[in-house]
């Protein structure tokens, strides 16, 4: 009996320590853009045991079309369960997103969504507010 229980153990130890160091994106939720209401943020989580696990966004249109991704947007608390805490809106062709509301954490001039500068407005913020990330 003692070695099937050494047998169990043996096998189902690494298979949680795995489980818990997936490093996979799982979806938390979706918010729908303020002032633009056929686009939505997707947001996802990566599945790490570790205190600031990386969130991760899309937006999309209605029919789940890819118009913008970003990778870590922000950190959070593991195993984020909702995403009432984010805020995402347009106005005047600039979308931002923030975590928790009023703590901005992207901000993108819609004009130049395929451009390469496409984060140079934030860097141009991140001058008076340091505390923004693109």
């Not at 970003?70 to 931002?96: C, E, H, M, P």
Request: hydrophobic share 40%; with cysteine; proline share 4%.
């Amino acid at each position: 009996m003692k070695s099937f229980c050494k047998i169990i153990l043996a096998i189902s130890l690494p298979l949680g320590l795995h489980s818990c160091f997936s490093e996979k994106y799982e979806f938390i939720g979706e918010k729908k853009i303020i002032n633009k209401e056929e686009w939505k943020v997707k947001f996802y989580q990566l599945d790490k045991f570790e205190m600031l696990a990386p969130v991760d966004y899309e937006v999309v249109n209605e029919s789940d079309s890819l118009i913008l991704e970003r990778a870590w947007l922000t950190g959070a608390d593991a195993n984020l369960q909702s995403v009432d805490k984010f805020y995402a809106k347009i106005q005047d062709s600039i979308l931002y997103i923030c975590y928790p509301y009023p703590k901005v954490e992207a901000i993108k001039h819609l004009s130049n969504l395929n451009d390469a500068n496409q984060w140079d407005l934030l860097k141009e913020l991140q001058k008076y507010d340091p505390s923004l990330y693109k």
